[in-house]
């Protein structure tokens, strides 16, 4: 791999609602908004030829990478290793609910029912760390804000995965080449060995 392209979906139905969703099974898909979004982002990757898309198993970030990609040839996998965060129990309740019990505990603390912040982080690393490997020069990666958040910020070395990137843009690329996405891999997997707390 030469270049990696990591990208949000765009805007889901249940960002719109404000609702949290961890499990794929129960993702909506995109709003018209998100689809509109996600054609943007074709036009943004028109010139640049790429060799293989991977996703996870969500649907938003199916479709966002499906519109991003329309009439291009391109391979497509599927990486579980890249869904969003597990969150158990607090499946189907808003985004406040979310921050609330994230503020009341550690990155090491499960989520009831679910993973890790740093269980997902090194989750996302492992991940990355197969995009590496790929013989092919050129891969899209179509994930979640979280994902690529950590994955900016620890190629950047930052001492936090959080910060100073917390908002990711929808269907927007973020570029890394390998030595960027070796670092964020890097950083990312030493990060979540040792953070006990990190507030946004």
């Not at 291009?72 to 290793?81: I, K, T």
């Not at 989750?123 to 958040?149: G, Q």
């Amino acid at each position: 791999m030469e270049l990696a392209l990591l990208f949000r979906h765009g805007q889901s139905l249940l960002n719109v609602d404000h609702v949290i969703n961890g499990d794929p099974a129960l993702d909506r898909g995109l709003s018209a908004l998100g689809f509109e979004e996600a054609d943007s982002l074709a036009h943004q990757v028109a010139g640049v030829a790429i060799d293989l898309c991977i996703t996870s198993e969500f649907l938003r970030a199916r479709q966002t990478a499906e519109h991003a990609l329309a009439g291009r040839d391109v391979p497509r996998l599927v990486d579980p290793d890249l869904d969003d965060i597990r969150i158990g129990e607090l499946e189907g309740l808003v985004i406040d609910d979310y921050e609330t019990w994230k503020s009341a505990h550690t990155r090491d603390d499960p989520f009831p029912g679910g993973e890790s912040l740093n269980d997902a982080a090194r989750r996302y690393a492992d991940a990355f760390a197969r995009v590496l490997a790929r013989s092919e020069r050129t891969v899209v990666v179509a994930c979640h804000e979280i994902p690529v958040r950590y994955a900016v910020n620890a190629a950047a070395l930052s001492d936090r995965l959080d910060w100073p990137l917390h908002r990711v843009a929808n269907a927007t690329p973020y570029l890394f080449d390998a030595a960027g996405l070796r670092r964020a891999v890097d950083q990312i997997r030493r990060l979540a060995a040792t953070e006990r707390v990190e507030q946004p």
